[in-house]
């Protein structure tokens, strides 16, 4: 088991505000992915980080892959109600499309309107 | 991105009987993954099925308990057996998808179970 922690587990915040999720391990991975859930669905892919110190925008969300390829960060800015949702993130030991992905234990995000 | 379609969407079962989930992926797929996810909580991996072979349990979950089948390259079942109220759950199916410069999963939408 390759385990990926993620910090903090809950998260309440005012519309407007930034906020930094972590999520650590001891392991390597070839890569790691973000993912949001709303209730009701299914995780939804934000992004793939690949490459160590890798860095990658999808409008306010900021996401960066750790030199040592074990931790990533989620930076979001200005967060909005459409925010809130599970945010999950997930290794891949091995770079092989083939490959079960290790998740992290979560992020509840909840933005106030 | 692939599209999978899950069902049911939620259901509520008596103890002792068995639900049959079902998974439906737009396009042929080699590796289906099932997940069991409590609410607001991560992903517990129960079981990866391949077509044409039998399904590789994660420690913890047993065949007899959560039957799988995967009769072709783009459709696979998972049975919850002899339900107890520690199986109330959302289940997830899941496959590997590429697009652009990401890949990872993408999921059905899941099932709500209730066991009471």
């Known amino acids: 088991t390759q385990l990926l922690e993620q910090s903090p587990q809950f998260l309440s915040i005012q519309e407007g505000e930034n906020l930094t999720v972590y999520c650590n391990s001891s392991?390597?991975?070839?890569?790691l992915q973000w993912y949001r859930q709303e209730p009701g669905e299914g995780p939804v892919l934000l992004v793939t980080?690949?490459?160590?110190?890798e860095v990658k925008k999808l409008k306010r969300l900021t996401f960066q892959f750790g030199d040592a390829r074990k931790d990533s960060s989620l930076h979001i800015t200005a967060a909005q109600p459409g925010d809130t949702g599970l945010y999950l993130c997930?290794?891949?030991?091995?770079?092989?499309?083939?490959?079960?992905?290790?998740f992290g234990t979560g992020t509840s995000l909840t933005v106030i309107p | 991105s692939a599209v999978i379609s899950q069902k049911p969407s939620r259901d509520i079962c008596q103890r002792g009987t068995s639900l049959t989930i079902q998974c439906q992926v737009d396009?042929?797929?080699?590796?289906m993954f099932w997940y069991r996810q409590q609410p607001g909580q991560s992903l517990t991996l129960i079981a990866t099925?391949?077509?044409?072979?039998?399904?590789?349990?994660e420690s913890g979950f047993v065949i007899d308990k959560f039957p799988i089948s995967r009769p072709n390259l783009t459709f696979s079942t998972l049975t919850v057996s002899n339900m107890s109220p520690e199986d109330s759950s959302i289940y997830l199916c899941?496959?590997?998808?590429?697009?652009?410069?990401?890949?990872?999963?993408?999921f059905g939408s899941g099932t709500r179970l209730t066991v009471v």
């Open positions: 899941s496959v590997v998808r590429v697009w652009e410069t990401n890949y990872g999963y993408t």
């Open positions: 396009s042929q797929v080699t590796m």
């Open positions: 392991s390597v991975f070839s890569s």
């Open positions: 980080v690949v490459t160590g110190g």
């Open positions: 099925a391949n077509q044409g072979s039998e399904a590789t349990y």
């Open positions: 997930a290794g891949d030991p091995r770079r092989n499309t083939g490959n079960q992905f290790y």
